[in-house]
């Protein structure tokens, strides 16, 4: 889906909330520039390119090379260094080399076809961090589908231009959203694609963090460019913040 759609992908609706949500990070991390940032997921390098120009050491990984390819003209642009690697998140070749993950706007995790790869970013994501870190993800919220049309609010948030969800249906067995996306990439070609994304009960997300050894699991709701810990997730929260320290 995302190779070819790097312009059209920074201005995505969902895109725009960057210099928040690392306001929201620089606050987590304590102004700590020493530590070193591990960005899953990256994109088109929006936080990493952020947090870079306030002083931080940070490495993007993302599977798509256009996105990545985008996020390198953009920091060359600012005159920023920093290293943009094609990896596939589950299967990460770090080893304990960052303090610090960030994981935003489902980098990755949810998206994967099976639970089971799901868990492989998370058990790959921790693996490359130091015993003691700090992981900082958002992910799809499961207490939303079961109060709310996944499809009525993404039609709600969607600007004319952006991608486009249609015939969502949601399996309360396996918590898993179906749907056809479709996309117009940057060179005007259309891209419709049968989708599934797994929502994920703030239950889960502890259980499967506890079992990586994460001793503090705090979840919040996710509010675009605005996230807080004084926002208690609720059923009207699409996303959800994830914060775990070892």
């Known amino acids: 889906m995302f190779e070819n759609y790097a312009e059209k992908y920074d201005r995505e609706s969902f895109t725009q909330g960057t210099v928040g949500e690392c306001d929201f990070i620089e606050t987590e991390l304590e102004l700590n520039k020493h530590l070193r940032i591990l960005d899953v997921g990256c994109g088109t390098g929006r936080h990493s390119i952020e947090l870079s120009k306030r002083g931080y050491t940070i490495s993007g990984i993302d599977l798509s090379e256009s996105q990545l390819a985008r996020a390198r003209k953009k920091a060359e642009e600012n005159n920023l260094e920093i290293h943009f690697e094609q990896q596939d998140a589950r299967n990460l070749d770090f080893n304990g080399e960052f303090d610090v993950a960030i994981m935003l706007c489902e980098g990755g995790f949810p998206l994967m ?22 992981f900082i993800f958002t992910t799809l919220n ?19 231009g952006g991608a486009t969800y249609q015939g969502n249906t949601f399996d309360l067995m396996t918590f898993r959203d179906f749907n056809t996306t479709k996309i117009v ?54 996303e959800m913040l994830v914060i775990a320290e070892k």
């Open 113 to 134: 076809e099976t639970d089971e790869m799901n868990f492989e970013i998370l058990k790959s994501v921790t693996k490359s961090l130091t015993d003691k870190c700090k």
């Open 142 to 160: 499961g207490l939303f589908p079961i109060c709310h049309s996944v499809e009525n609010f993404l039609k709600s948030a969607t600007e004319e």
């Open 185 to 238: 990439d940057d060179l005007g070609n259309i891209k419709q694609l049968e989708c599934n994304e797994r929502y994920y009960i703030p239950s889960e997300i502890t259980w499967l963090l506890k079992s990586l050894g994460y001793t503090t699991i705090d979840i919040y709701g996710a509010k675009l460019g605005a996230f807080s810990r004084n926002d208690k997730l609720s059923t009207a929260d699409l």
